[in-house]
Every structure is written in structure tokens, then in C-alpha cells.
């Protein structure tokens, strides 16, 4: 039996998240679903007995159909935020480790995915653009043209929207 290490309880919601930061040319991909205004990173939660860097790699095959290595953990991400369209009315907290994943030199994909029976679609989107789109994580944005060597640790409250 596969468990995501998080749960929810009364009006609070907690996930220990794998994300992937797939950078292909001069664009990033993100998944999109059928009932959230936003883009979001590629990724999901990790299993009980899991490591994260297992976790990122099940997880942006089952999204992508595509088998993509890691290259090294680049973030850890505390996320604090008010939950909106599938999370609504929930107080939502969240760590992410955001894992960069060494480049293919195509942006060709074998699959879209479904996450609780709602159909998710693949986006690349240009990095030089990506302020101008509803994409989380926010912290993305300007930090992507110069990723740091060393792992960044991050924290978002509710204002910064993850």
C-alpha cells in the first residue's frame, strides 16, 4: 500500500512534497489541472518508506511518461498558505524539496496525468516570462537564470503566496 507522508485534519492540511525543476532550453515545465486557476511545479508526495529523490523521479514519470535523472537537490521549501480550488478553505502547510533534473535537449513528452480523477496537462513555460504567469512556486521567478550552487532553503508565509 502506497501512504503520502501528510494528511488533513479539521481545517488543516499538511504534504512532504518531491518537486522537479525541468528546464529544457529557456523554459521550465509546469502541470496545470482541470480545476485550479494556476500552474504548479511537477511533483507530488512523498511515499511512507520513500526517499524524496525516489519520490521525484516516480513522480515526474507517472506526470511526464518520461524518465528524467536527478542532478542534485537544489531547494527546501516551507510553504505556509491559505488553500484555494481543490485545497479550498484549508490552512495549508507544506515542505518541498526541489530536486533539479539533468536536461534531455527535448521538450517531448509521453503522457499527461490525473491526480484524484483531475486531468492534469504539461506547460513549458519561457523562464524569462515566467512573472507574468499564475505559477507557483513564486520564489521561482528570478531564481532560475542563476540556480545556486549550494541548496537553498526558502520559507513562504501566507502573503507570499507560495
Known amino acids: 500500500m502506497n501512504i503520502d507522508c501528510g494528511f488533513t485534519r479539521d481545517n488543516g492540511w499538511f504534504r512532504y512534497r518531491a518537486c522537479a ?3 529544457e532550453g529557456d ?3 509546469f502541470a496545470k489541472n482541470e480545476i485550479d486557476d494556476y500552474y504548479y511545479s511537477i511533483g507530488g508526495g512523498v511515499q511512507i518508506g520513500e526517499t524524496a529523490e525516489d519520490a521525484v523521479k516516480r513522480e515526474v514519470y507517472e506526470e511526464t511518461g518520461v524518465h528524467y535523472e536527478v542532478e542534485r ?3 527546501v521549501h516551507e510553504n505556509f498558505f491559505n ?3 481543490t485545497l479550498d478553505g484549508l490552512n495549508c502547510h507544506e515542505i518541498a524539496l526541489y530536486f533539479l533534473m539533468k536536461p534531455r535537449g527535448t521538450k517531448e ?3 499527461n496525468s490525473y ?3 483531475v486531468k492534469e496537462y504539461m506547460h513549458w513555460l519561457p523562464i524569462a516570462d515566467l512573472d507574468s504567469y499564475k505559477a507557483y512556486p513564486k520564489f521561482f521567478n528570478g531564481n532560475l537564470k542563476n540556480i545556486s550552487d549550494t541548496i537553498e532553503h526558502v520559507v513562504t508565509q501566507y502573503g507570499d503566496k507560495f
Do not use: C, D, K
Open 83 to 85: 488553500g484555494t480550488g
Open 27 to 29: 523554459s521550465i515545465l
Open 109 to 111: 513528452l509521453h503522457s
Open 21 to 23: 525543476i525541468i528546464i
Open 73 to 75: 537537490l537544489a531547494y
Open 115 to 117: 491526480t484524484n480523477g
